[in-house]
T-cell receptor, first 111, second 113 residues
Framework: GAGVSQTPSNKVTEKGKYVELRCDPI?????LYWYRQSLGQGPEFLIY????????DSGLPNDRFFAVRPEGSVSTLKIQRTERGDSAVYLC?????????FGPGTRLTVL | GQQLNQSPQSMFIQEGEDVSMNCTSS?????WLWYKQEPGEGPVLLIA?????ELTSNGRLTAQFGITRKDSFLNISASIPSDVGIYFC?????????????FGKGTKLSVKP
């Protein structure tokens, strides 16, 4: 597709469960970013990949959060032992030496 | 986390009116970006600014990168109903591609036909 795609669009899980959120960046974009957006707030940075490696993971809130990008394209954000406070929209963005283009997000609800 | 000061928080205007919103920061940024977000969608890039003092237009939208590098504004002229949405400013340390962006809390725009 032409833009960044994210799956699933919605995810409802129970507290304590493990979830994986997937991002397909724009083809050819080497940089990939994960952001988290809570209700009424702007997006907050989580992690940035340049190719396969995490260039900056300073935004990950704790060690329950982890992200991978094994082949330098698709990325997966993994959240262990989910908590109700993890409920938010998780946005993925990609870029190719210029501005970031965002996907539609995955709305995560932890019950 | 750190956020920019974006104002106003919300605006209710009549179709055809001009709109102005701004963003300020205590930190210097090398890049300012303006995004629009509609319900259930991710932010869509409107304008990117890379140089202090730069003034850039995109149709009815005009944005400026402040001389001090600590602020930016966005103007929308002759608003129309499809301008409705939340507008976010974002500041970056690098050329917009490396590193992370710091976002404002958004300006919610409502347009009355």
């Amino acid at each position: 597709g032409a833009g960044v795609s994210q799956t699933p669009s919605n995810k409802v899980t129970e507290k304590g469960k493990y979830v994986e959120l997937r991002c397909d960046p724009i083809s050819g974009h080497t940089a990939l970013y994960w952001y988290r957006q809570s209700l009424g707030q702007g997006p907050e940075f989580l992690i940035y990949f340049q190719g396969t490696g995490a260039a900056d993971d300073s935004g990950l809130p704790n060690d329950r959060f982890f992200a991978v990008r094994p082949e330098g394209s698709v990325s997966t954000l993994k959240i262990q032992r989910t908590e109700r406070g993890d409920s938010a929209v998780y946005l993925c963005a990609s870029s190719s030496g210029g501005p970031k283009y965002f996907g539609p997000g995955t709305r995560l609800t932890v019950l | 986390g750190q956020q920019l000061n974006q104002s106003p928080q919300s605006m209710f205007i009549q179709e055809g009116e001009d709109v102005s919103m701004n963003c300020t920061s205590s930190s210097i940024f090398n890049t300012w970006l303006w995004y629009k977000q509609e319900p259930g969608e991710g932010p869509v890039l409107l304008i990117a600014l890379y140089k202090a003092g730069e003034l850039t237009s995109n149709g009815r939208l005009t944005a400026q990168f402040g001389i001090t590098r600590k602020d930016s504004f966005l103007n929308i002229s002759a608003s129309i109903p499809s301008d409705v949405g939340i507008y976010f400013c974002a500041g970056g340390d690098y050329g917009g591609s490396q590193g992370n962006l710091i976002f404002g809390k958004g300006t919610k725009l409502s347009v009355k036909p």
